[in-house]
Structures are given as structure tokens and as C-alpha cells.
């Protein structure tokens, strides 16, 4: 159980163009989910917590208008990165609060061009 | 505020071997811990968790035991496989908070 996929797993645009990341969890529900961003050889970067139906909280230096987020249902949220720049370029990866423990999906590896 | 400090690798064993990879925070109250692990362009899986005092977390033979004494939750195996090369991350959860906090990660290479 307590299974998270994300899609696309890889995705390379060019710059200028959005880019729209899945978060599903497949099996619970979960009223929160988290966005990270992972540097090479680098620890995760929280970016925001996404609450369903309301706004997500974004971290402290993260571009709201940048990285948007939808938590529309109790399985699904989603992260737009628009207008996308190849300093953009970076592994992303949700994650789902089931009760006391965060699970995580594979992560999504965008490049942009 | 919250923090985890980890022990920095990378880390290069012989199969068989033992492995250690400590863990300690910095946190007010009772935290729940955890150890993730994350193989090479995966996302991070749950390796273990512990969510009180002297409890021991354990999986895949890998144990970890919450130390609220020494604040610590090192990670622990007594015979690593090939298969057990990845990063692992220590991370904390505080027990008034949704958010969690990680540690650098810890690269082991395990070698044939």
C-alpha cells in the first residue's frame, strides 16, 4: 500500500514553455502533499505544501506564480513550471502525507532547453 | 527550529560488511524519525520509522533505534548486499509539524 507515482517520469522542453507534473497517490487519500526539488548529489528542497482545496504554501524563496499548484482532489496535485528556463532544469518529486509518514514518488527529471 | 545532521559519505564497503550511517537532530518535543532511501534516478522510499522513544525501527535487515537521550537514530545493517548501494537520508518530523526535515543523504557504494 501507500503507493505514489508521478508522471512524466523524464520530460525535456524548450525554454519558454509550461511544463505540468502529476501527483497521484494510488491507494489512500491524502489531504496533503508536499513538492521538492532535488539538486544533483543534493538533499530536497521543500518547495510547497499542497493542501486540496485550498492554496498551497509555498517555502520561502520559491516563485509562486513560477511553480503553480493544484490540489484538486484527494489523490491528485499537480505542479505547472511555467515559462520554464534550463536553470529550471532539476529532479522533481512529491510526496503524500499518510498520517504520520510522507510517501514519496519517483520523482519526474525535467530539462529544458 | 528543526534539524537533522547526518554523517557524511560517501561510504565504499565490501559486500558482507557492516554499515553504520549516523543520525542526530536537533528538535523541541517528541519527533517521529525516519530513514528513506533513494536508488540511483528513483524518487525516496520508506526504509524505517520510529515515532517514540526507544522504539526500533527495522527493515530489508536494516535497523535503526530512537535514542532520545543522545537525540539519535543512526542506521544500522550487518551484512550489506551490492543491491544496498544508494543514498539513504535521515529525516525528522516534529510532533506539532507537517513538514520534514532531511538530512544531507548519505551515498554507500557497496563493492563485489
Known amino acids: 500500500g501507500a503507493v505514489v507515482s508521478q508522471h512524466p517520469s523524464r520530460v525535456i522542453c524548450k525554454s519558454g514553455t509550461s511544463v505540468k507534473i502529476e501527483c497521484r497517490s494510488l491507494?489512500?487519500?491524502?489531504?496533503?502533499m508536499f513538492w521538492y526539488r532535488q539538486f544533483p548529489k543534493q538533499s530536497l528542497m521543500l518547495m510547497a505544501t499542497?493542501?486540496?482545496?485550498?492554496?498551497?504554501?509555498?517555502e520561502q524563496g520559491v516563485e509562486k506564480d513560477k511553480f503553480l499548484i493544484n490540489h484538486a482532489s484527494l489523490t491528485l496535485s499537480t505542479l505547472t513550471v511555467t515559462s520554464a528556463h534550463p536553470e529550471d532544469s532539476s529532479f522533481y518529486i512529491c510526496?503524500?502525507?499518510?498520517?504520520?509518514?510522507?510517501?514519496f514518488g519517483p520523482g519526474t527529471r525535467l530539462l529544458v532547453l | 527550529g528543526n534539524s537533522v545532521t547526518q554523517m557524511e559519505g560517501p561510504v565504499t564497503l565490501s559486500e558482507e560488511a557492516f554499515l553504520t550511517i549516523n543520525c542526530t537532530y536537533t528538535?523541541?518535543?517528541?519527533?517521529?524519525l525516519f530513514w528513506y532511501v533513494q536508488y540511483p534516478g528513483e524518487g525516496l522510499q520508506l526504509l524505517l520509522k520510529?515515532?517514540?522513544?526507544?522504539d526500533k525501527g527495522s527493515n530489508k535487515g536494516f535497523e535503526a533505534t530512537y535514542r532520545k537521550e543522545t537525540t539519535s537514530f543512526h542506521l544500522e545493517k550487518g551484512s550489506v548486499q551490492v543491491s544496498d548501494s544508494a543514498v539513504y537520508f535521515c529525516?525528522?518530523?516534529?510532533?506539532?509539524?507537517?513538514?520534514?526535515?532531511f538530512g544531507a543523504g548519505t551515498t554507500v557504494t557497496v563493492r563485489a
Open positions: 528538535a523541541t518535543g517528541y519527533p517521529s
Open positions: 491507494d489512500f487519500q491524502a489531504t496533503t
Open positions: 510526496s503524500a502525507s499518510g498520517g504520520e509518514t510522507q510517501y
Open positions: 529525516a525528522l518530523k516534529g510532533s506539532n509539524d507537517y513538514k520534514l526535515s
Open positions: 520510529a515515532t517514540k522513544a526507544d
Open positions: 499542497s493542501n486540496e482545496g485550498s492554496k498551497a504554501t509555498y
